[in-house]
């Protein structure tokens, strides 16, 4: 009777222990409907962000004349992006095929992605459509530097072209396990080390920030600049994209920890204190300067704190977003006299001072608040923050290096196919109706 008891008991428990490693895996790879539900609803917080958050708080910073110009930029690249991503732009970024440039075209199309497909724990349909918000709002974040003189062909032909060659490319390099994504190849010191961007601090804000330098530097400057005066035609109206921003922004960076768990709740809590010291330096800083705190500086400093923590946001604690949020509206604020003073690019929107510089800044400070001792995360084991902050270094230069080669390339070829800039009299009558044949109020 013993001997039958002990064979009852050792036989299921060999049966358990020969099961193949894929039963395994298979359980690993369950689908999370929890999981899946957060990223789904986040999703649709990131294209929030665009239509309407940023066209909106773009839109209100030009010229009457040009609102509707504004808007239509927006809504066009985020249908033209969406098509290009599901072409190839998602199979660039994270296909199978992959090496250390790019993920090659195995999902053309969304080849072999099933409605059983999954990415991690969440369908990879889910996780296709989340990160083409990403590349939605990226070439859109560059309308900014352009706004009121560019051709519609342009920016068009422009954005299909950059996001294929600039942005899915480095989307691979840094999330699709290419060549940032481990640093052996720069020193032996940086083997294993990846450069830490957790929601687009590069990718997204950096890469975007160099296009608009180079747009607007080779598109020229508007008709008056800088000795002409131009307000915001509607401060209002960029409040409210400022402030739809900052809630889709909850989804950019929390769910970007691809769960619903404490990591994306951590984001979500950094993010918003990162915005709200930035908002408050912003105006503290033109309260000095002018007496006046004004609508459009709060609104600004929102969307600089916001940029500035994105990389940071799924490995700093709360004391680091303070930090980040400080740091970030004083070097945005005077970012802009710089870009527009010093180097004299017409920046119109300021792209550059406030997201690129924001990305970049955010970048670096990572390689430290990170850190379990400033109230991070952590770092990986054996990483210092020496180590750390040469990664970010390397990253961000690998990055921006690609970003103004390549996108100077694509300029000239766009400048060579449909030229760039609208006639003299179209800008002057402004783009709604010399483009567009409408117009954003009745006169």
């Known amino acids: 009777m013993r001997l039958r008891s002990l064979l009852q008991f050792l036989v299921p428990l060999t049966a358990f222990a020969v099961l193949p490693v894929s039963a395994f895996a298979q359980d690993a790879a369950k689908l999370d409907t929890g999981n899946t539900a957060w990223i789904i609803t ?12 940023l066209a909106l708080f773009y839109a209100g910073l030009v010229r009457s004349k040009n609102v509707l110009s504004v808007l239509m930029h927006c809504i066009a690249i985020a249908c033209l992006a969406s098509v290009v991503w599901l072409v190839a732009g998602y199979s660039i970024a994270f296909g199978t095929d992959t090496n250390a440039w790019w993920g090659g ?25 989340f990160q083409m918000t990403f590349a939605i709002i990226t070439p859109a974040l560059i309308v900014g530097a352009y706004v009121e003189r560019i ?39 940086l083997k294993g080390i990846a450069v830490m961007d957790f929601a687009g601090g590069l990718v997204v804000h950096a890469n975007a920030g160099i296009a608009a330098l180079l747009l607007a ?24 994209g400022a402030c739809m921003l900052w809630v889709g922004w909850f989804g950019f960076n929390a769910g970007s920890a691809l769960g619903a768990n404490g ?20 105006i503290t800083i033109e309260w000095v300067k002018f007496g006046k ?47 527009k003073s010093k180097f004299k690019i017409d920046d119109s929107l300021d792209v550059f001072a406030v997201h ?42 690998v990055t921006i290096a690609w970003a103004a080669v390549a996108g100077w390339i694509i300029i000239m070829i766009v400048k060579g196919i449909t030229g760039l800039r609208v006639e003299a009299e179209d800008e002057l009558e402004g783009l709604d109706l010399a483009t567009h044949g409408e117009r954003g109020y009745d006169l």
């Open 356 to 397: 690129g510089m924001g990305g970049i800044i955010g970048i670096l400070l990572t390689a430290f608040f990170a850190d379990e001792s400033l109230g991070g995360n952590g770092l990986a084991e054996g990483v210092t923050m020496g180590k750390a902050f040469t990664a970010q270094l390397i990253g961000a230069g």
């Open 263 to 282: 990591g994306a709740g951590m984001a979500m809590a950094v993010t918003h204190i990162s915005a709200s010291v930035a908002c408050l330096t912003w």
């Open 105 to 129: 075209l195995s999902k053309v199309f969304l080849k072999g992605v099933g409605t059983e497909s999954l990415s991690g724990d969440i369908p990879e349909n889910v996780f296709f459509m």
């Open 217 to 240: 530097g080779m598109l020229g400057s508007r008709t008056g600049f800088p000795n002409e005066l131009r307000p915001p035609h509607n401060p209002g109206m960029v409040l409210v």
């Open 151 to 189: 051709k519609f062909s342009a920016v068009l032909l422009f954005s299909g072209l950059w996001l294929l060659v600039v942005y899915a490319p480095s989307a691979h390099w840094i999330w699709g396990g290419g060549i940032l994504a481990d640093l052996g190849w720069a020193s032996e010191s």
């Open 42 to 53: 986040a999703t649709a917080l990131v294209l929030f962000m665009t239509l309407p958050g």
């Open 293 to 339: 705190p004004s609508l459009v500086g709060i609104a600004t400093g929102a969307i600089a704190g916001l940029a500035t923590i994105t990389p940071g946001s799924g490995f700093v604690g709360p004391v680091g977003a303070v930090v980040y949020g400080l740091i970030a509206g004083v070097v945005c604020y005077y970012m802009i006299d710089v870009v």
